[in-house]
């Protein structure tokens, strides 16, 4: 019968409080013998200290404390609103009310610790339970609390020498050289995170590190005009490059470029993008207008910037970094390109000594491939009438896998 005749009638906002209360340890049977009490923060000012507010219910046998903020407050009331509705008998209409859940915390006497206003300090369970070692505890335990606070003693003293020693560093090199030391050194992980996309399960050379992974159609479609310009280089031109000191991986192979068609076309465009990228390993940073002056197409620099650089703020501005592990990675794609434009042969120790990269380290990136060894006898370029070994690497199906060999230590006998 009552639900067929009370009605919701929305209350206007005022400012009384109103509250749920839930006592942690139980329910209240006689709630009127409880008093409550209702305080507000002085503060209306600030805005987040006007709404607090703090409820105590007091018997006699114990009080109640409750509030609506600090750590011993609910979180629900962030998340939902609560609401009270209140019925009139007499006009059978209900009255809601904005309502916050507060939870009733006993209060014990003799709990609570005294405070100075200098230093408020509460004790902690671990610390409460050392206090009782130290009353009660056994002689076992009073050496493991005293080796325990010796240890901890001992870690504090390690953590100010390494700051002390971290703050002398900052103030002898400076921010911007420890954070360029950073960018160097944050990826000296494993090398095969800088291979170019491989195809293990391919059936012919040449797909195992597809083309058009290096060089989409787009791009090397963005290459023609430089690629001409490269194909239309004269023998004197390349002599004068020869005599500078030019890059020797680009220089073989525009000696020996097809005459004509589009094998001429095709390794003179990539013969440009290979220097090119020869060019970018040498770089500390790179700006996005890095090989306009060279013709670079914008779709080239944009693509080098993505892959090859790390971005670091300075200043408030961005900066493209060429790190060691971005050079790593430029010297598996120069490879890669190197297998595609020598009929899947390379020769390793032009391409180390064109990068500026170790011997050892231009090892380990072709052994990461799965690349073929070989060396074999080169004519030397700056010592006329002698010759060099030089490493030569394939790529043949199936790769091969080379055992990363791992230096250990031998134990001593136990006599």
């Not at 006689?30 to 409550?36: D, K, M, P, S, T």
């Not at 209060?107 to 200098?118: F, L, R, W």
């Not at 870690?155 to 020693?165: M, S």
């Not at 120790?349 to 080169?378: F, P, Y």
């Amino acid at each position: 019968m009552m639900a067929t005749t009370c009605a919701w009638q929305p209350c206007e906002e005022t400012e009384q409080d109103e509250f749920l209360v839930q006592f942690s340890n139980g329910h209240v049977k006689n709630a009127e013998q409880l008093e409550f009490k209702l305080f507000k923060h002085t503060d209306e000012v600030n805005p987040r200290k006007k709404n607090r507010r703090i409820v105590v219910a007091e018997s006699d046998r114990l009080s109640y404390v409750g509030s609506n903020f600090g750590s011993g407050s609910l979180q629900c009331n962030n998340l939902c609103r609560y609401f009270v509705g209140v019925l009139d008998k007499r006009t059978m209409q209900m009255k809601v009310h904005n309502a916050q859940l507060l939870s009733m915390q006993p209060v014990i006497p003799g709990e609570s610790v005294a405070t100075d206003e200098n230093t408020i300090k509460a004790d902690t369970y671990r610390d409460k339970v050392d206090a009782l070692i130290e009353a009660f505890g056994t002689t076992k335990q009073k050496r493991a609390l005293t080796s325990r606070r010796l240890n901890q003693v001992g870690n504090d003293t390690l953590h100010q020498a390494v700051a002390r020693a971290a703050s002398n560093i900052i103030d002898q090199k400076g921010v911007e050289a420890l954070q360029n030391a950073v960018i160097e050194t944050e990826t000296q992980t494993d090398t095969a995170v800088f291979l170019p996309p491989c195809n293990t399960e391919a059936n012919k050379p040449e797909d195992v590190y597809p083309f058009d992974q290096l060089l989409s159609p787009i791009e090397f479609d963005a290459l023609k005009d430089v690629g001409v310009k490269m194909a239309e280089l004269t023998p004197e031109d390349l002599q004068k490059m020869r005599d500078d000191g030019s890059q020797q991986t680009v220089l073989q192979h525009l000696e020996l470029l097809p005459k004509e068609g589009a094998a001429r076309e095709r390794l003179s465009r990539c013969a440009w993008y290979l220097s090119f990228l020869i060019k970018v390993s040498q770089q500390k940073r790179l700006n996005h207008k890095f090989g306009m002056a060279d013709g670079c197409p914008r779709i080239i620099i944009n693509k080098v910037l993505k892959n090859f650089t790390v971005e670091s703020f300075h200043n408030g501005s961005l900066r493209n970094t060429v790190s060691t592990s971005m050079r790593m990675k430029l010297a598996s794609h120069c490879l890669a390109l190197l297998l595609h434009m020598g009929d899947q042969t390379a020769n390793l120790t032009r391409l180390h000594r064109d990068l500026r990269i170790s011997d050892v380290k231009m090892l380990e990136l072709a052994k990461a491939m799965g690349l073929t060894l070989s060396r074999q006898l080169a004519y030397n370029t700056e010592e006329s009438g002698t010759q060099d070994e030089h490493r030569i690497v394939s790529l043949v199906i199936p790769l091969v896998r080379y055992e990363r060999r791992v230096d250990r230590r031998k134990r001593k006998k136990m006599r």
